[in-house]
């Protein structure tokens, strides 16, 4: 085996430059950029991430499969000419967004950040991800290196493909794997065969599980391997691409363009839907450089010379973006994000000029790899101690750190010695009693779950087993839609629910969501007013939240599904925390992102109750009435009046954020949910 993949003597060779594929690098970068710049103007511009896996498939397979066939394939070489290409940029990147990261964000961001830096230099971001959230969830926009989950995927391919064609190229499987009867097809067989298992993958994960489908290699991998397929006909059958180039560049033009106009983000993407921008990339590279759109409109002198400075544009306009976003605590005008993407522009020009161009032309090849990838470790290292609160940043106020850096909802449920998953969606606390309450919601549910398993761990014998069945921002209201790509599983979510509830052990049901964020408005500074729109369909139309008839239908629904339950089982409705920017700590300190001082001394301990919340509350209290459902309600502890604590006597945060209270805080003053758990309570 060691011998099968042993660097062998001979020239090393590297496909033609072509400067249309510099173009159409232009096309892929621009449409990114603008879309995360101006979503509204180019829907589909996210799809330009595709195009360039598709270039990255065809290039690197043209690289590894001539070599192979002349036998002058050499590790060594090929990696070297990878870490050449991708660590100079990307390592300026990683430090910039750390040195900035340290100097302007608060410690919970400087703490996440971190582990992107890490995940970025060790090319496993698509991983982290993948387990956070889906690409369009809110939070997204306040992750400056959420982009290199692209570039996470490639470094994959790099490490994957070459092994693998080395081993059936040195091993003689090529002539079981490949079609060998013709020149230079003995490549085609394995390319295809992996396309098709990546394919089905990505069409089954589309439905099945959206996020993954998204970040993770395998249902991605097709892409590329599409690149790898036109590298086996280009390199040894041309003239079946070349014969009609002209047409064939025009219509992987409209392809191209159509992917643009017509995907968006509600698409179940990338599904079938990424058909439409990898086969017009195929198209326009298939034709050649001579073809007439690549010719005419992908040669061109300024499109070239932004695609030659594409990779380093790519990685410096979102961290541009976004931390702009997270210091104005909202989306920047649009002038400033026009500014901005002129500055990476310029940003880039001042990457490939004087970092990538120097370093190529370097001629001590060993040491400057040594260089970059001992540099690579060091910003890896870094991003590590910044995530172990080893590395903090400039301005850190001790309570508020001590609120931001306790574990979440998730993290506790997760992670916790009390908690144990049962499914995706499904989490138990166990009790030494057999009954079950469930408890049925989203992450204004599960960040009950520190004083549910504090509760349980401490009268193990008075209390009820707690299954949490949870969505993050699903509202657990039969009908209700949204169609946001990480909501696609929420329909699951309340299925798993009513499977449970019909149980005989289920003694009691909770029921409880982000009310304030569902019916009132979005909180927080990381959300536009549109990023979700939730929605009740009627008769083959929509219905939104935020028009009145569709929270009637929504808020009728809930009723409904109560009346259902109740028939069997008492059922509590949790009514919601109060919410607003006005209770998160984040805002408290926002005033320190530039100076240093104290955050909290000047901060009322209480603040007014939003008069919307405040009617909502009011009307879901007259839903629990009629529908037979028992309320439980947080603001009785939380609030006098209208006035409402966000500030303990302590002079600690009582929240976490804008609308999630703080762990330490539910685990000890949340006693209002206690009885929905107490056995003795729900027999009596």
């Known amino acids: 085996m060691a011998q099968a993949l042993a660097a062998v003597d001979g020239p090393f060779s590297h496909p033609k430059y072509r400067p249309d594929i510099d173009g159409l690098r232009a096309i892929a970068v621009l449409s990114v950029v603008v879309f995360h710049a101006f979503p509204t103007a180019l829907p589909g511009g996210f799809v330009g991430v595709d195009v360039f896996f598709v270039i990255s498939g065809y290039l690197i397979s043209t690289i590894i499969f001539s070599n192979l066939e002349r036998g002058s394939f050499s590790f060594r070489q090929f990696y070297e000419r990878r870490v050449t290409r991708i660590f100079p940029a990307l390592l300026l990147v990683l430090v910039a967004s750390l040195a900035f990261g340290w100097f302007a964000l608060l410690a919970d961001e400087f703490d996440a950040l971190g582990k992107h830096v890490a995940g970025g230099a060790g090319f496993f971001s698509?991983?982290?991800?993948?387990?956070?959230?889906?690409?369009?969830?809110?939070?997204?926009a306040t992750k400056p290196l959420l982009h290199l989950w692209s570039l996470a995927i490639e470094e994959q391919f790099y490490l994957f493909w070459p092994l693998l064609l080395t081993l059936v190229h040195r091993l003689g499987w090529v002539h079981r794997l490949g079609w060998v009867h013709r020149r230079g097809s003995r490549f085609f067989g394995i390319t295809a065969g992996i396309a098709a298992l990546s394919f089905a993958a990505n069409i089954h994960d589309s439905?099945?599980?959206?996020?993954?489908?998204?970040?993770?290699?395998?249902?991605?991998?097709?892409?590329?391997?599409?690149?790898?397929?036109?590298?086996?006909?280009?390199?040894?059958?041309?003239?079946?691409?070349?014969?009609?180039?002209?047409?064939?560049?025009?219509?992987?033009?409209?392809?191209?363009l159509l992917g643009l106009i017509v995907i968006h983000e509600g698409r179940a993407f990338p599904g079938w839907w990424a058909l439409l921008p990898t086969m017009g990339a195929v198209l326009v590279i298939s034709a050649g450089p001579d073809a007439g759109f690549n010719q005419s409109v992908l040669g061109n002198k300024r499109l070239v010379w932004l695609g030659l400075i594409s990779y380093p544009l790519y990685l410096w306009h979102w961290p541009l973006l976004s931390f702009a976003r997270v210091l104005e605590e909202s989306a920047p005008a649009p002038w400033i994000r026009a500014l901005l993407m002129g500055g990476a522009v310029v940003l880039a020009w001042l990457t490939y000029r004087f970092v990538e161009q120097p370093l190529r032309a370097a001629r001590l090849a060993t040491a400057r790899i040594t260089v970059l990838v001992g540099l690579m470790v060091c910003v890896a290292v870094g991003g590590t101690l910044a995530r172990k609160h080893l590395f903090l940043a400039r301005d850190t106020d001790p309570k508020f750190l001590a609120v931001v850096t306790a574990p979440n909802e998730w993290e506790y449920l997760k992670h916790s010695p009390h908690s144990r998953r049962i499914s995706e969606d499904v989490f138990e606390i166990a009790s030494a009693e057999s009954d079950i309450t469930v408890f049925l919601g989203d992450s204004h549910m599960a960040q009950y779950g520190p004083r549910l398993g504090e509760l349980i761990t401490r009268e193990p014998d008075s209390t009820n087993t707690a299954l949490l069945v949870l969505g993050g921002g699903c509202p657990p209201i039969p009908g209700v839609l949204e169609d946001a790509l990480i909501h696609r599983g929420c329909a699951d979510v309340l299925a798993e629910a009513r499977a449970l509830i019909g149980r005989t052990d289920v003694k009691a049901v909770v029921i409880g969501g982000a009310w304030n964020t569902y019916f009132v408005d979005e909180v927080g500074p990381a959300r536009n007013a549109d990023d979700y729109d939730y929605y009740v369909a009627r008769d083959g139309k929509k219905f939104s939240f935020r028009s009145g008839f569709g929270a009637g239908l929504a808020l009728a629904s809930l009723e409904r599904f109560i009346e259902e339950i109740v028939k069997t089982k008492p059922v509590y409705l949790l009514l919601d925390n109060p919410s607003g920017i006005n209770f998160d700590p984040h805002d408290f300190m926002s005033r320190s992102r530039w100076r240093r001082t104290s955050a909290f001394a000047d901060i009322a301990r209480r603040t007014p109750?939003?008069?919307?919340?405040?009617?909502?509350?009011?009307?879901?209290?007259?839903?629990?009435?009629?529908?037979?459902?028992?309320?439980?309600?947080?603001?009785?502890?939380?609030?006098?009046?209208?006035?409402?604590i966000r500030i303990d006597s302590d002079g600690m945060p009582v929240y976490r954020d804008a609308s999630h209270l703080s762990a330490v805080f539910i685990r000890d003053h949340a006693g209002y949910i206690d009885r929905a758990l107490i056995a003795d309570v729900l027999r009596h």
């Open 126 to 140: 698509n991983w982290l991800l993948r387990g956070e959230s889906g690409y369009f969830d809110r939070a997204a």
């Open 609 to 644: 109750l939003d008069a919307a919340q405040f009617a909502l509350r009011d009307e879901l209290i007259r839903l629990a009435g009629r529908s037979g459902a028992t309320v439980i309600d947080p603001d009785q502890t939380l609030c006098e009046g209208r006035q409402c």
């Open 207 to 256: 439905g099945a599980d959206p996020v993954a489908d998204y970040y993770l290699p395998l249902p991605r991998f097709w892409e590329l391997m599409l690149g790898g397929l036109l590298a086996c006909v280009r390199l040894h059958q041309p003239r079946i691409v070349e014969r009609y180039r002209g047409l064939t560049s025009w219509a992987g033009a409209i392809l191209l």
